[in-house]
């Protein structure tokens, strides 16, 4: 059995008004989600706007998470760049600072075929004694991993699980049913507001952004599902579903990215879990307006 | 006037077979351009690319480049990363080892808003001092630079001038319009099959990918043009169009990306510019019947 | 409560090798249907390739299909066209050739704004006394129903419900959600792969196209989902996943359209229900080769 | 040599405030594009909202068009609808009404692929007795007719021509490009902001939608580019962009298929070309605010 699972948020990254990490913040941050009852964080994805930051803020990064965390939960840690050499060089300081697995996107800029993504995720794991985790998230990198892709680089051993955050639930539970057989394989979806729906289909863990928010609702949602209380379940993920409407708050006034994470980031705040709610550039912080929408939605929820 | 206009060919960069940039080939291809007539070259662009180069060997090729070229012509420098903190230190890097203007795109990988887009320029802009031109690729970047987006950038004075490599040959015809009374604007066309369309159009620059085969072709182009022959121009592009042909040679075995810029190094491998056509990973070079079939069309149009 | 609720199949249209309406199956059709406990049926949807039709065979389409059914069960009927007055000449032909319900589209081929097809529905509804429902499905129409058009429409009383054949599967539960209080309102969805999921969150109906292969299955489905055994309705859903797969066979040699529609005739006369798989043209009918394999796939899920 | 070539405008559809059409208005439409020098005129277009007319407006539209057009030019019609059976039932009736050629688009709401529309060009074809052109308008269909699939069809004597609404001008010179032997081939874009460039290219007509607000400029244009002055013809053409932008003065209130056909209506209307501005329904008409802009155009470019 793999030992990757359960609620495994993606961590947001908290920064200073000179947008340096605000590491006080970042590990106040990583002990919510473990108190919460988290069962691994996910640092440097897309959440944590891991491509804003270089290469030594990476590495900073990871050490801090890795020192924090300290083995009570696993460490995923996305290695997010362009192309093949670049996410090689970020998998082995991911792999010497501490993390117990890379998380790996198709290739972007570059438009790229399915065959190129499995020689991409090829020449990785044979460069990196680590284990993989595949990214699929169109919505930045535009290329879909298919069925096909990811079910042939779990059977051979090239991948050991999928984060699955292209919204196509479907083509997940292709891949739930594809790779039945293989325990040790772990498919993981970033759809957070049917993870009811994920669990029922047999996911093996959930990768919610919002989690960062309330950590708690979802490790109950797990446990609900757990046993087999899908009344119960569904009932959570409402409750969550109302609470993620604060994505939207800001939407139209910044980007859709801005919107999302800056929303995180401003509930955080609200709830005294990080001290600011800065966005790296060119992204705009939320204003005191959304940010008092947000308020209301997190009342609302009962989380304040 | 802006020093920068005519045939500014975005640069191949040759390999060697451990991926390391091959050096001798290097400066061959550039003097092949310099020698061929070309007005500027643009080296670490899409075509050169630059997504698949770590910041170390960017900076050699920017050093390189410099020494070659040695202000014979002006030296355009790519500064593709996904972030605006990200891009300004490539820019300080370009700055220095020799750059006259750094070419920028919109954000990538993050989904990014015209307003950020704005404000990506400008926060490059004020960090650093040296020429910025923009770099309109949404087939890499999935954003459009709007029209009103690039005449804001350079009537404000954030940009000197305009890379369009978009395909949307009228939104590029208003923004010639609009900075028409611009003198010191300089806006190139990306679009290599139809630069006697952007010439008559009153283009400053084309930027053509195939011109690294096939200077002479291009830069007799742009002659036709500066004196008002259109229809020996019209003739120069059609030739230039049947070459082109070699960019689809391989398309469908590889990605469309690999398939072009491995049909130019194919080209040039058979014409002696440089000597090996290996591509960078994930990315597989062309294979032998390609091959063949791309020197049949080389020698129809008369290069080999 | 609404009248309309449970499996209701789009149904499927069996031609004539002249292309005519076999009507002698296209009743076996409409029973195997009713026999398999379906709640209801759909005609003239896109499973039923409506647009392939033209308007006096739609009206035979519907005076035959309420003839047949009789009342036992709803009848929907699809007024597909491209723009509202002919749509709502359909809507007129359709109720009085005896439709209890018409499902409306987005207009197509034409650009259309969330405001215009607000108009859109509300001009349909003053102009026939007939009830609406909201066919959401952008992979034809190529723009999505958005939730606040859908949830407007419903709240304000012009469509009585919805049939999401989107995928986007977090959008339908926040029309579910935001609709909660509207007993009167039925939502369905066009996902017919996780159909578990979309009861478990609430969906009112369902509509399989591939119901028409196995009706059985989804109301065995509906009906495990009803009285909450929801590893019974995994386990259903399971299996018609694999059926499903039936789909993909012709996939390439013809379109998706042509694969998917074509696979469900050539399993419904393998299985005796209709004499013929004819395409409507310039469809192609799959070939013996790809019917022996969706044969296979029939063997291999326990319909044959 | 084709007999159709040059100007040919897709006509607006002037209507009454019941949405019947202004035939009184429609005459005068006709003939300010003959007296205006167009060499043809193309009904039943996009511009010309043809999908918002039933079977009889149709028919009524293509006679009347006939009788008034009388010879002087050809007259193209449009035969759009969804499917291949339906497309010809058009076409035979536009063929009896007066048609010189129809003008066909892929199939539409269903998804086809690049084999089935060739075999939907043939059955046609096969069907009717009447020249085809083929039409490339990718935003109203959503599938663009490649290049190989338009040169297959033109060689093969299945259509005489193309109209090109696709914006893929690269695609469009090789279409000419492979096509140059075909002197019975007619080839016409319907970009209509760079038309001095399709002429450039040897494009034998042009299809402006604004050419229905000024006819006499895109007959300057047109002779200015057989006469070689193609310094004349940039400097018409640039004008003619200054007036396209009427296009966008109400987008975002109405979408762009409104506002831009919208605003031919309104310049038409304050031109004294026909009697009222409105729209088919749900399209909403420009407003007072709207058209005062828009005159403002007409008085920039000297219309008004």
């Known amino acids: 059995m793999s030992k990757f699972k359960g609620v495994v948020p993606p961590v947001v990254t908290p920064l200073n008004d000179d947008f340096t990490v605000d590491y006080a913040s970042y590990t106040r941050v990583l002990e919510h989600l473990i108190d919460g009852g988290c069962h691994g964080v996910f640092v440097l994805g897309s959440t944590s706007e891991v491509v804003f930051h270089d290469e030594k803020t990476r590495r ?8 924090v965390v300290n083995g009570r939960v696993p460490l995923l840690v996305g290695v997010i760049d362009p192309t093949t050499d670049r996410v090689i060089a970020h ?6 600072a ?18 190129e993504i499995l020689d991409h995720f090829r020449y990785i794991r044979d460069a990196v004694d680590v284990p993989l985790v595949a990214y699929d998230i169109p919505v930045c990198v535009h290329v879909k991993l298919q069925r096909q892709t990811v079910v042939t680089l779990a059977k051979e051993g090239t991948v050991i699980g999928l984060k699955d955050s292209s919204g196509d639930d479907g083509n997940f539970r292709y891949a739930l049913l594809d790779l039945a057989d293989h325990e040790d394989i772990f498919l993981m979806t970033g759809s957070e507001i049917v993870v009811d729906n994920a669990l029922l289909m047999g996911a093996h863990g959930v990768v919610p952004g919002i989690a960062n928010v309330d950590p708690h609702g979802y490790v109950r949602l797990w446990d609900a599902a757990q046993r087999g209380d899908w009344a119960a379940a569904r009932r959570e993920q409402e409750r969550l579903c109302r609470l993620f409407e604060i994505v ?12 999302g994470i800056g ?3 401003a509930a955080m705040k609200s709830l005294g879990i990080i001290d600011t709610a800065i966005m790296p550039r060119p ?5 005191a307006e959304e940010t008092a929408r947000i308020d209301a939605i ?3 929820t009962g989380l304040l």
Chains 1, 2, 3, 4 share one sequence.
């Open 91 to 96: 998998s082995k300081i991911a792999k010497a």
């Open 98 to 115: 501490g993390a117990d697995a890379v998380v790996v996107t198709a290739p972007f800029y570059t438009v790229t075929s399915q065959s």
């Open 263 to 265: 929303a995180f980031k």
């Open 60 to 67: 900073e990064i990871i050490e801090h998470s890795a020192k």
């Open 248 to 259: 939207w708050v800001a939407q139209g006034r910044v980007s859709g990215g801005a919107a």
């Open 283 to 287: 992204r705009a912080a939320l204003n």
């Open 298 to 300: 997190l009342k609302n």
